[in-house]
């Protein structure tokens, strides 16, 4: 069935360093790829997001890079600030024009030490 | 900015119990959504609703759940007889018409059942 891993489970900086989170899916046919944010006791938000027909989206310092061929997608988080740690989730989806349902992965447990 | 907003934050009930989770999704969306977290463990699809109707349902989504618009705001979710296994977080999201592949999450009720 539909499934996406996501790797590393949790995840340790310095500030002003670079994070990255990886995931992986398995429905071919997956065509809408977001991340979402997850502060506690706050749901999910979604920070940047990607379709398959682009390779690479950016925003500030937030970057998303898609392989279709392999099938992984990856988050980038450029000079970490403290307030960037929380709980990140990837997801996949088959869009159809209308409703999709989002497969998500396990969730990276992001902390950014001063 | 708008957002979804969802009722209560918390529940406790005792098994075999019904209980209803309530969602307000933005206010022009027409796609609304159901996940639940299992503590620890990913974010799960439960089920899709348009146009009055369930669009999409997961095989979790059993006879023991339904939902419901019952008015041009609310989106309720039921379980009828609940089970141990029923204890989560329960995200409701919507979308809206334009961009309908970004899903706008509320902060969740988290339920327990005894």
């Known amino acids: 069935g539909e499934n996406v891993e996501q790797h590393p489970s949790t995840l340790s900086v310095q500030e002003g360093d670079s994070a990255v989170i990886k995931c992986t899916y398995s429905?071919?046919?997956?065509?809408?790829f977001p991340w979402y944010k997850q502060e506690l006791g706050k749901g999910p938000q979604l920070i940047i997001d990607?379709?398959?027909?682009?390779g690479e989206k950016k925003d500030q310092r937030i970057a998303v890079t898609l392989n279709k061929t392999a099938k992984h997608f990856s988050l980038h988080i450029t000079e970490t600030q403290p307030e960037d740690s929380a709980v990140y989730f990837c997801?996949?989806?088959?869009?159809?024009?209308?409703?999709?349902?989002?497969?998500f992965g396990a969730g990276t447990r992001l902390a950014v030490h001063p | 900015e708008p957002e979804v907003t969802q009722t209560p934050s918390h529940q406790v009930t005792q098994m075999g119990q019904e209980v209803i989770l309530r969602c307000v999704p933005i206010?022009?969306?027409?796609?609304f959504y159901w996940y639940r977290q299992i503590l620890g463990q990913k974010v799960e699809f439960l089920v899709s609703?348009?146009?009055?109707?369930?669009?999409?349902k997961s095989e979790i989504f059993d006879d023991q759940f339904s939902v419901e618009r019952p008015d041009g705001s609310n989106f309720t979710l039921k379980i009828r007889s609940t089970k141990l296994e029923d204890s989560a977080m329960y995200f409701c999201?919507?979308?809206?018409?334009?961009?309908?592949?970004?899903?706008?999450f509320g902060p969740g009720t988290r339920l327990l059942v005894l």
């Open positions: 609703f348009y146009n009055n109707e369930i669009s999409e």
């Open positions: 999201a919507s979308s809206g018409v334009i961009k309908y592949e970004t899903q706008y």
């Open positions: 429905d071919s046919a997956s065509n809408y």
């Open positions: 206010s022009n969306h027409l796609y």
């Open positions: 990607i379709r398959s027909n682009v």
């Open positions: 997801a996949a989806s088959r869009l159809s024009g209308g409703y999709n349902k989002l497969i």
